[in-house]
């Protein structure tokens, strides 16, 4: 099925209330819940094409396979559990709700993500990253585990440009990694507090036991300027 026609079909099934869809034999149709309203669950059997979830508003999507580019892209709200991994670009510019990814993605994951209106989005990726994490990040949390990785992220340009929210990795980070305006600080036990109900829930979605994550080994990357980049704007 094209996906035009198959979106169609999801965005007035929801429409008309009803709240569990299942699609299977997905093979790379895109936008698949783009701009849906509402709280159904979608449950994706195969590898949806890019731009899942996005402007989507409410709708949880499991997907039980990989994800290509861009799942999650300026999501409102709701969740994207990807039991996979996933592309290149993921979460970008995201705004709220949260995406799940068990294994790795690609490059330039949470790309210009940003808090809205008090929504404070949410990605985690169980395995790892390559390289461009977080790049001119505004706002939120992206989570790195690095379930089967050491070290967790060994490509560059981790926060490049980031001007808000943070970067929490598992293990240690070497800092030539960090991009332009992050810098590393310790993370203590009160992030591992507030960091603990993610951990936890993202683990219960995979069936993986959490209690191997709730220490403070940890790398968080954080904004060393709200204007990374004001020097190069500056004329004299």
């Known amino acids: 099925m094209h996906y035009t026609p198959l979106n169609k079909i999801i965005r007035e099934a929801v429409a ?64 994207l559990i990807i039991h996979g991994s996933a592309g290149d670009a993921v979460a970008h510019s995201m705004r709220g709700g949260k995406v799940f990814v068990k294994g790795n993605i690609g490059y330039r994951g949470g790309i210009h993500m940003k808090e809205y209106e ?23 949390l992206i989570l790195v585990l690095g379930i089967g990785q050491e070290p967790t992220i060994q490509d560059r340009g981790i926060g490049s440009g980031i ?6 990795i598992r293990g240690d980070v070497n800092e030539k990694l960090l991009g332009v305006g992050a810098k ?12 603990t109900p993610v951990i936890k829930d993202f ?30 704007y500056t004329w004299e």
């Open 163 to 168: 001007h808000g929210g943070e970067i929490v």
């Open 16 to 79: 008309s209330g009803i709240k569990e869809i299942v699609l299977n034999n997905v093979l790379g149709q895109r936008f698949i819940g783009n701009g849906v309203r509402g709280d159904a669950k979608i449950t994706i059997n195969g590898v949806p094409g890019g731009d899942l979830g996005m402007f989507m508003s409410g709708p949880e999507c499991e997907i039980f396979g990989n994800a290509e580019h861009a799942p999650g892209n300026t999501m409102d709200y709701g969740s």
């Open 203 to 232: 683990c219960e979605r995979f069936d993986i036991d959490s209690s191997q994550f709730l220490d403070t080994n940890y790398s968080r990357i954080i904004p060393a300027s709200s204007r990374p980049f004001a020097g190069k």
């Open 184 to 195: 590393k600080v310790e993370f203590n036990e009160d992030d591992l507090a507030r960091l």
């Open 118 to 140: 008090g929504k404070r989005p949410i990605l985690v990726v169980g395995g790892t990253s390559h390289a461009f994490l977080g790049e001119y990040m505004a706002g939120g």
